[in-house]
């Protein structure tokens, strides 16, 4: 059944969409979001999925993180078929969504006082997980920001926060739906490394929607390309640069070629829908 | 040259400075009556003579107004997380307080003195239910418009409905709370005073028609300042707790200053 899509290699597969179809607004009527979506992700694998507008990237997170219910076929993560809203996962998006009333230190701790594992025991190991959560946004450059609130932050530092608020209760899984596309050029590059610093040091499983295809080349394991809507995946195309990828290496002859395939791909899924 | 802050603190003093000014101006070269308009000088003379009754009835006014207010402050809180937290207790519920909200409250309080009597439950009751209606719209707005992003990532962490309105509806409604208790307030002396001038013992509004039978305009006047300044004194006083709860809603900008600094 993933005849349409050449499987990745890595590990064991962590997340798969078989035949998945989501129609918004009722039975007949509405919009077919995607259909026929196969996707299949490894476990501790980094995943890219790019695609022209409106193809149902942002529908795909919401059916893997099961906060949508697919019309037709199955989503299965970690084993197990998704009936509700999954757990292990970390979230962040293109708004960084930050709590402007908690300092930064406390929004990175927001998901610890809701999540089940560490929910009970938030108060009393409050200690232990504020020092936790110090490392983390120090890791990512935000050390002697804890105190300070989101709005005191740049663009950049509150996706870095987001970043940390999404990793704190070390999900499986972590979902990101194009994290830095509000960002400036240079800031976002920068973001690229702290992502793969990250995600290097802790090997969570990663899938990464965006419109970029230079970040998700130099992010990613497998980019994933998806066809205008109703979305599918069209191609998965498997990136084996050495990692850590540094920023020189993404205008690299090598580097530039598979960012080109993947254009001319999107390009075609445009041609094709229009 | 005094510096902006203090400029600013002072404008309100030198309006209302002005403002009386312009008052006695016109009294004074219009020749009018003070059974007609009496001039600033005279309503404070009548404050001043009969300040004793003033106190009285203004510490009634506000003992009623408040204990209303504080029951509004419930009701519109309670009413207003339901509403905001579900789309069908909105749909159910908005239109019932749309069309409560349009009834004129001084149709209502001869019915209050019916079944309550004479006195200050009437009085509570028309404070309680002309100042709940912005509580209610404003907490509701402020559960209602949670990101969806954000509401996402609370789902997805297997937050449940009362995890989300605890960390983050009721504290993102905040700002919209405290705006609105700075409406209700005034609102709340509107409704008490209504009910004590169409039936009550006690009270400014007692005071006031009291004092127009016997056609001591003066003295009504002299009530009419004291209820606005208690309206502007309780007004200011949930502004500086708004700003102390809510600072992160202006960023640490204090509003009051903002436009003059």
């Given at each position: 059944m993933h005849g349409l899509t050449p499987m990745a290699k890595a590990g064991a597969r962590f997340v798969s969409l078989e035949g998945v179809a989501l129609r918004y607004?009722?039975?007949?009527?509405?919009?077919?979001?995607?259909?026929?979506l196969n996707l299949a992700i490894g476990k501790g694998e980094f995943a890219a999925v790019v695609g022209p507008s409106g193809c149902g990237k942002s529908t795909l997170m919401k059916l893997v993180t099961g906060l949508a219910t697919p019309s037709a076929g199955a989503v299965i993560v970690a084993g197990a078929e998704v009936s509700g809203p999954l757990k292990i996962v970390g979230m962040a998006f293109q708004n960084p969504t930050l709590l402007p009333w908690r300092t930064t230190l406390d929004n990175v701790l927001l998901p610890l006082e809701i999540v089940a594992p560490y929910k009970a025991t938030f108060r009393r190991e409050r200690e232990k997980h504020v020092a936790r959560a110090r490392a983390l946004l120090a890791t990512v450059g935000l050390a002697g920001f804890e105190e300070k609130y989101p709005w005191q932050l740049s663009g950049g530092m509150q996706q870095r926060a987001s970043l940390c608020r999404a990793l704190i209760h070390e999900p499986a899984l972590l979902m990101l739906d194009e994290p830095f596309a509000a960002l400036d050029a240079f800031t976002r590059e920068e973001l690229w490394s702290v992502l793969q610093a990250l995600w290097m040091e802790r090997r969570f499983t990663c899938i990464l929607v965006t419109h970029d295809l230079r970040e998700a080349v130099y992010l990613a394991d497998t980019v994933h390309v998806m066809s205008a809507r109703p979305g599918r995946v069209i191609e998965t195309r498997r990136v084996d640069l050495p990692r850590p990828r540094d920023l020189a290496r993404s205008f690299a002859p090598e580097f530039v070629e598979i960012v080109h395939a993947l254009r001319d791909r999107i390009a075609e899924a445009r041609a094709s829908s229009c | 040259m005094l510096s902006p802050r203090a400029q600013a603190a002072i404008m309100p003093w030198l309006v209302v400075a002005g403002l009386f000014l312009l008052w006695e101006l016109l009294v004074v070269a219009a020749r009018l009556p003070p059974f007609v308009l009496p001039a600033p000088t005279t309503v404070f003379a009548a404050l001043a003579e009969f300040s004793g009754p003033i106190a009285h009835h203004a510490l009634h006014t506000l003992g009623t107004t408040l204990a209303g207010f504080a029951l509004s402050v419930a009701g519109g809180v309670a009413l207003g997380v339901a509403v905001g937290s579900s789309a069908a207790a909105y749909r159910a519920l908005f239109p019932v307080l749309i069309g409560f909200n349009s009834i004129p409250k001084v149709a209502i309080v001869p019915v209050l003195i019916i079944w309550f009597g004479i006195g200050a439950v009437p009085a509570i009751i028309t404070a309680c239910l002309i100042s709940f209606f912005p509580i209610t719209v404003n907490v509701a707005t402020g559960i209602a418009t949670l990101e969806p992003e954000l509401r996402d990532v609370l789902r997805s962490l297997g937050a449940t409905r009362t995890d989300i309105l605890r960390k983050v509806g009721l504290p993102r409604a905040a700002p919209y709370f405290f705006a609105s208790l700075k409406v209700a307030i005034t609102l709340a002396f509107v409704g008490s005073i209504i009910s004590e001038t169409v039936g009550?013992?006690?009270g400014v509004g007692y005071l006031m028609i009291q004092a127009s039978s016997r056609f001591q305009i003066p003295l009504v006047f002299a009530a009419l300042v004291v209820v606005a300044a208690m309206g502007i004194a309780m007004y200011f006083l949930f502004a500086i707790l708004e700003r102390r709860m809510t600072f992160w809603a202006t960023r640490g900008v204090d509003p009051a200053y903002a436009a003059g600094g």
């Open positions: 607004g009722g039975e007949g009527g509405g919009t077919l979001a995607v259909s026929g | 009550s013992n006690e």
